[in-house]
């Protein structure tokens, strides 16, 4: 998922910085690969780092830039791509202390209460007009 987000971020980013500068791109893709060791995420082996320890992004475009301009491209689509930045800057992260939410039982369960339609009486799904009262 986290390569997955870097390339959308990534080809948008490089779509916007395209217009602005005016290159034409007719057509792309964006490419990303990491090396990761499963053992750690896993829990296998302790010693094995969790998460990616390589990334690499490449990109395929059908454009009739020159180097000077594609060189621009790529640099400003690094410089304003936010997920290829915040990969870079490692930032701090924490997790707050949960807290309990009112009317939830503890611990908060996640559950298809939040994906499926709340049922009237006998279990039949609410129709719009009952489900507004």
């Known amino acids: 998922m986290l390569l997955e987000a870097l390339v959308a971020c990534a080809g948008v980013t490089l779509r916007a910085v395209a217009t ?3 290159v ?36 395929e475009l059908d454009t009739d830039a020159d180097p000077e301009q594609l060189e621009t491209l790529l640099k400003l689509t690094e410089r ?16 707050p202390w949960p807290r309990r939410l009112s009317g939830r039982p503890w611990p908060v369960r996640f559950d298809t209460w939040a994906i499926w339609p709340r049922r009237g009486r006998r279990g039949a799904p609410r129709s719009a007009s009952t489900a507004r009262r």
């Open 24 to 59: 034409a791109v007719e057509s792309g893709r964006v490419h990303a690969k990491g090396e990761i060791d499963f053992r750690g995420t896993l829990a296998v082996d302790r010693e094995a780092p969790v998460g990616f320890k390589h990334i690499e992004l490449a990109f």
């Open 20 to 22: 602005s500068i005016g």
């Open 80 to 95: 304003y791509c936010v997920v290829f930045q915040t990969l870079g800057a490692r930032p701090s992260c924490r997790r």
